[in-house]
Structures are given as structure tokens and as C-alpha cells.
């Protein structure tokens, strides 16, 4: 069981740094958006593997939900859904 926990992490791990480059490198600022938000994802699952449930609930809600959601927002009212 031990080394089935390790893949994961290492998984999650990985899928947090590829989509946190990811938003950080992307023209197209709603795609970056994304990523940011797949990256905040990729983080409450670390802390659920890491056994922090609330953390993780925190993390959910506010790096995978109202910070994307806030965003795309301020996108759509100054016009910029597009590149930078």
C-alpha cells in the first residue's frame, strides 16, 4: 500500500508543477486562468494524501473555485477573455 501512496503523490506532485507552469507560461489569459485553477486542484489533493481534510476543503473552495471565478469575472468586464 505503501508504494501505491507514493505513486500518487508523486503524480499530484507532478501535475501541480506542470499546471502551475502551465499558468504561469500561457498567452491566453482565460486558459492561464484554468491552469491556476487545475493548479489549486492539484493542491487540495496533496492535502488530502497529506491526511489535512480541511486544508484540502479550504484549498477547494478557494483555489479551485472563487479565485478562478473572480478572475474570469475581471476578465469579462475589461474586455480581455483573449491574450494579453
Same mark, same amino acid.
Given at each position: 500500500?505503501?508504494?501505491?501512496?507514493?505513486?500518487?503523490?508523486?503524480?499530484?506532485?507532478?501535475?501541480?508543477?506542470?499546471?502551475?507552469?502551465?499558468?504561469?507560461?500561457?498567452?491566453?489569459?482565460?486558459? +492561464?486562468?484554468? +491552469? @491556476?485553477?487545475?493548479? *489549486?486542484?492539484?493542491?487540495? +489533493?496533496?492535502?488530502?494524501?497529506?491526511?489535512?481534510?480541511?486544508?484540502?476543503?479550504?484549498?477547494?473552495?478557494?483555489?479551485?473555485?472563487?479565485?478562478?471565478?473572480? @478572475?474570469?469575472?475581471?476578465? /469579462? /468586464?475589461? *474586455? /480581455?477573455? *483573449?491574450? /494579453?
Amino acid at each position: 500500500m505503501s508504494n501505491l501512496v507514493l505513486i500518487l503523490n508523486v503524480a499530484v506532485v507532478l501535475g501541480l508543477v506542470v499546471s502551475a507552469i502551465l499558468a504561469a507560461e500561457l498567452e491566453n489569459l482565460l486558459s +492561464a486562468v484554468i +491552469a @491556476l485553477s487545475i493548479t *489549486g486542484l492539484f493542491a487540495a +489533493a496533496e492535502f488530502l494524501i497529506l491526511h489535512a481534510p480541511d486544508v484540502a476543503i479550504s484549498e477547494a473552495a478557494v483555489g479551485a473555485a472563487l479565485a478562478p471565478v473572480i @478572475l474570469i469575472v475581471t476578465l /469579462k /468586464k475589461i *474586455g /480581455k477573455g *483573449g491574450s /494579453k
